[in-house]
């Protein structure tokens, strides 16, 4: 399709473990945005890349999260050692640079036991 | 710092009656824009409307109407006639409009639930 994808959609596994989740942005936007959203709250901002570089990830809550964009389409946001508090969704959403209309994918649900 | 209140947790109206859902924003910065955007059950969020600090006029499109109101920091949205299609969970959002700001500032959201 034409918009955001986002995978997996749905994603549980094990307080500890690795996880690893991707977002396909629109062709031809070259701004990338993560966001996190816990249940019943507005979505808050995680990193941005404009190309392959993260321009401002001020918004990563500790180092065990980290996110990628080697080739300035596809990016992979990676969280190490996850906790239960991690659980949420995470949405990715992509625009052309300097446009304040962002598009967003569904999100990929994270589930930590 | 920037925030961003939705006071209306939830709210639920009968089918072809007006609703309107409130914004209030708080932030140190002269210029900056202003959103909402529509959360679906399928969880995408949907960009409705953006507007600049600078341009106080209030816009119109089809049933939506927003408010701007700069002096009390408040950016509200009239959804007129609602359907049953206007079900979602809405947010306002605030973004500095400097160089080199990027984040948008997201309140909390208003659930709409609209009864037929």
């Known amino acids: 399709g034409a918009g955001v994808s986002q995978t997996p959609s749905n994603k549980v596994t094990e307080k500890g473990k690795y996880v690893e989740l991707r977002c396909d942005p629109i062709s031809g936007h070259t701004a990338l945005y993560w966001y996190r959203q816990s249940l019943g709250q507005g979505p808050e901002f995680l990193i941005y890349?404009?190309?392959?570089?993260?321009?401002?990830d001020s918004g990563l809550p500790n180092d065990r999260f980290f996110a990628v964009r080697p080739e300035g389409s596809v990016s992979t946001l990676k969280i190490q050692r996850t906790e239960r508090g991690d659980s949420a969704v995470y949405l990715c959403a992509s625009s052309f640079i300097g446009s304040g209309e962002l598009f967003f994918g569904e999100g990929s649900r994270l589930t930590v036991l | 710092a920037q925030k961003v209140t939705q006071a209306q947790t939830e709210i639920s109206v009968v089918e072809k009656e007006d609703v309107t859902l409130d914004c209030v924003y708080e932030t140190r910065d002269t210029t900056y824009y202003l959103f909402w955007y529509k959360q679906p059950p399928s969880g995408e969020l949907v960009f409705l409307i953006r507007r600049n600090s600078f341009d106080e006029q209030n816009e119109i499109s089809g049933r939506y109407s927003w408010n701007f109101q700069k002096s009390t920091s408040s950016f509200n949205f009239t959804i007129t006639a609602s359907q049953v299609v206007d079900s979602a969970v809405y947010f306002c959002?605030?973004?500095?409009?400097?160089?080199?700001?990027?984040?948008?500032?997201f309140g909390k959201g208003t659930k709409l639930s609209v009864i037929p």
């Open positions: 890349f404009q190309g392959t570089g993260a321009a401002d």
């Open positions: 959002a605030l973004k500095d409009s400097g160089a080199g700001s990027y984040q948008l500032t």
